[in-house]
C-alpha cells in the first residue's frame, strides 16, 4: 500500500514554492499519493526523503519496454482507471499470433505491411508473436529467425521451455523481445534467462492469487521487467481479471499488480476474435496478441485504439495551412473551414468528388468545429482573412474569391472589408460541396 498525502507531506520541504506545478506542498503530496505526479518535480526535496518516499514516488504501473529503436514499444506507466479523469498514455500493443508449424516468413512479411492511413492519421500494428506449437527446437528457432529477417517491430517469443525458448533468442535477443511465459513451474529458469539477455518477462498465474504470489518471487530474485498474464482465457473472466489488476494498482498500490498486463483472444471467428481484443483494448490490456490478421479486420481495431488514446480535453486536428486538392492552378476554387480532423476531411472527400481541382484553407481554431469556433469566436473574419495571408492565397490564385461554410454565412461582410476578396457562401453541409462547385466554378 502507497503512502498516504499527510504522509508524504512529512517528508517534503514546505516552502509552497509552487515550482512543482501545485500550489502548496501539501497539494503536491496528494498529487503524488494519487500518481498524478512524480517526486522529480519538487527541486528541493533531499536524498533522505527521496528515500523514504521511493514507495509512493514510483508510478503505480511500472513502465516496461519491448524492441528497441524505431520500433520499441512502451507498457503501462498509466495513473488512471477512467480515461475522462486524465488520459491514458500508452496505446494498447496490437500482436498478430504466428505459429513456427507454418510459413513464419510469408506471415510476417503480410504483418510487415498491416499500415493504415485514416483521416490524415497513421496506424500500424505493433508487436509479432511468435508461438511454439511444434515443440521441436530448431524449427522454433528457424521461425524466429525468419520472422525477424521480415520485419523490425517488436517481438513476443512464446514458449514455457526455458532450453527451446534460449535457443531462439540467441538470434533476437539484441531486440530485447518479451519472453512468453514464467509459471510456477518453470519461473526460476525463466528469471534466469531474462536476466541474462536483459529481456521483458511475461509472467502467468492460474488465477490473480497465484499470479500475485509468482511475480512476488520474481522480485525477490531481483527482476521486475515484468508483463501479467492472470491466465483466464474466458472473455468475462479475462475482463474481470484486468479490471482487478488495473484497480488493485492504481487505488491500492498493491506492488504485485503494478506491471502491464497481456491478453490473448480465443475466439475461432476473426470478426468475434477482434470484438474479444476491442474488449480486452478497452479494459485494459497492455498488449492484445490474436491470430486475425487481415487489414479489413484489424482497421476497426486500431481505429478504436487510436480513438481511447487520445487526450479527451484535446481534439483530434489537422495542421492548419493551405491545402491541395488535385491539380490545382490560378483559376482554382479555395475552400475554407476548421483544422478539426473530422470536418477537415468530410470536406476534403466532398471536393475530390467534385472533380475541379481546388484549394482547402483549414484555419487555425484548435481543433474544433465550425459552429462551435464560431460561437467562441475562433473562426471569425479577421482570424480567417489572416489565415489568407499567412498562406500566400493572392500569389497563388488570381480570381480573388474564397468560399466559406454556409452555417457561418453571417461572416460573409466581415471577411470581405478585412480581405478584400469576393466572400461566397457555401452550402450548409459539406454533402452539398459537389452540387455547389459544379454551378459556381465549372
Known amino acids: 500500500m502507497g503512502l498516504t498525502g499527510l504522509e508524504i507531506f512529512k517528508h517534503l520541504p514546505k516552502t509552497n514554492c509552487k515550482e512543482c506545478g501545485a500550489p502548496t506542498c501539501l497539494a503536491f503530496a496528494m498529487s503524488l499519493a494519487s500518481g498524478k505526479a512524480t517526486l522529480d518535480a519538487c527541486p528541493y526535496v533531499t536524498d533522505e526523503a527521496r528515500a523514504a518516499l521511493d514507495s509512493a514516488a514510483a508510478p503505480p504501473i511500472k513502465l516496461v519496454k519491448i524492441g528497441t529503436g ?28 504466428i505459429s513456427d508449424t507454418g510459413d513464419a516468413a510469408a506471415e510476417a512479411a503480410a504483418f510487415d505491411e498491416l499500415e493504415f492511413d485514416r483521416v490524415g492519421l497513421h496506424y500500424v500494428t505493433d508487436v509479432v508473436a511468435v508461438k511454439c506449437d511444434s515443440g ?8 524466429v529467425e525468419a520472422v ?7 517481438m513476443i517469443l ?22 512468453y511465459a514464467a509459471t510456477a513451474d518453470n519461473y526460476e529458469k525463466m528469471v534466469e534467462l531474462a536476466k541474462a539477455k536483459g529481456c521483458p518477462l511475461a509472467v502467468r498465474g492460474k488465477n490473480l492469487d497465484e499470479l500475485a504470489e509468482l511475480v512476488e518471487k520474481i522480485v525477490a530474485l531481483g527482476y521486475k521487467e515484468l508483463v501479467l498474464d492472470s491466465g483466464a482465457r474466458d472473455t468475462s473472466k479475462v ?40 474488449v480486452y483494448l478497452s479494459k485494459y490490456a497492455s498488449i492484445v496478441v490474436l491470430r486475425a490478421a487481415k487489414k479489413e479486420q484489424l482497421l476497426p481495431l486500431l481505429s478504436w485504439r487510436q480513438n481511447l488514446f487520445t487526450d479527451p480535453q484535446k481534439p483530434i486536428a489537422v495542421e492548419p495551412k493551405l491545402y491541395e486538392v488535385g491539380d490545382v492552378n490560378e483559376d482554382s476554387p479555395v475552400y475554407c473551414t476548421t483544422n478539426f480532423s473530422l470536418t477537415y476531411f468530410i470536406v476534403e472527400g466532398e471536393v ?26 475562433k473562426f471569425s473574419g479577421e482570424i480567417i482573412a489572416k489565415a489568407m495571408k499567412e498562406a500566400g492565397l493572392e500569389s497563388k490564385v488570381k480570381h480573388k474569391k474564397i468560399v466559406i461554410p454556409g452555417h457561418v454565412a453571417v461572416l460573409k461582410g466581415t471577411l470581405e472589408e478585412e480581405s478584400g476578396w469576393e466572400v461566397l457562401v457555401g452550402p450548409r453541409e459539406a454533402a452539398g460541396i459537389p452540387k455547389f462547385a459544379k454551378e459556381n466554378f465549372a
Not at 481541382?357 to 460561437?375: H, W
Open 158 to 179: 512464446i514458449c514455457e521451455d526455458p532450453a527451446v525458448l534460449a535457443g531462439a533468442l540467441e538470434a533476437v535477443a539484441d531486440r530485447k523481445p518479451l519472453l
Open 70 to 97: 524505431d520500433h520499441q514499444l512502451e507498457l503501462g506507466d498509466e495513473t488512471e482507471l477512467f480515461r475522462h479523469d486524465k488520459r491514458f498514455f500508452h496505446p494498447t500493443g496490437v500482436a498478430v499470433l
Open 136 to 143: 521441436d527446437g530448431a524449427k522454433f528457432k528457424a521461425a
Open 148 to 154: 525477424a529477417a521480415k520485419t523490425a517491430k517488436a
Open 239 to 278: 475482463l474481470a481479471d484486468l479490471t482487478q489488476i488495473r484497480r488493485s494498482a492504481i487505488r491500492k498500490r498493491f506492488r504485485p499488480f503494478g506491471y502491464p498486463t497481456i491478453a490473448f483472444t480465443g475466439k475461432e471467428d476473426p470478426l468475434e476474435e477482434v470484438v474479444q481484443a476491442g
Open 352 to 377: 475530390e468528388n467534385s472533380r475541379i481541382p481546388s484549394y482547402i484553407l483549414s484555419v487555425d481554431t484548435g481543433g474544433i468545429s465550425v459552429l462551435t469556433a464560431y460561437a467562441d469566436n
